[in-house]
């Protein structure tokens, strides 16, 4: 319990090996892609319940998508600052820090306000190798009120590994993780 009386994370949680095996890879079957991401839409909710930080939640977002997904080399966001995106919370390796608004995926969904899903990313003009082993690419605009506040990034390196039910499940991420959130 915390000072303020209100419960502690520790406490609104399994304990800790419950909690890893809760959080597990393995443990959401993407089968049916609709119950896969309903599941880590619950999961998601559950996370950021009652944390209300960008970067916290941003975060914990990041690696929950990281290791829940299959075939993902890289998960992670992009923040709208000023008039570019900045690198922020991520999982994988290290990535270009700054990107343009209207260059590469993430810097073409945010000026369309819109998810960017390129099924070959060699075959995408202008597109951003921050990682040579990606070839899949999927970005989610993080949008309140019509107003781009960054993106959510995910690089594959599967061809083909996005088809239009991740972005409706990434979608609906989308918009927990921007409800949860104080911007």
């Not at 049916?32 to 909710?45: F, K, S, W």
């Not at 900045?86 to 994988?92: E, K």
């Not at 960017?116 to 202008?126: A, C, Y």
């Amino acid at each position: 319990m915390r000072r303020d009386g209100k419960p502690d994370v520790l406490d609104t949680f399994p304990p800790w090996p419950t909690m890893v095996r809760v959080f597990s890879p393995s443990a959401i079957d993407f089968t049916d892609p609709r119950v896969g991401y309903g599941e880590l839409e619950r999961r998601l909710r559950a996370l950021l319940a009652d944390e209300r930080d960008a970067i916290a939640n941003l975060a914990n977002t990041a690696a929950l998508v990281f290791h829940a997904l299959p075939d993902l080399n890289w998960a992670g966001f992009y923040r709208l600052v000023g008039n570019e995106l900045v690198l922020g919370p991520f999982h994988g390796q290290p990535a270009c820090v700054r990107i343009q608004i209207g260059q590469g995926v993430c810097g073409t969904a945010a000026r369309q306000r819109k998810t960017v899903l390129v099924r070959n990313v060699h075959e995408f003009p202008g597109h951003i190798a921050c990682d040579a082993a990606s070839n899949s690419e999927i970005v989610v605009p993080l949008l309140k009120n019509g107003v781009v506040l960054g993106v959510l990034d995910l690089d594959s390196p599967e061809l083909n590994r996005f088809d239009a039910a991740d972005q409706a499940g990434l979608e609906r991420l989308a918009t927990v993780l921007v409800a949860a959130t104080d911007w």
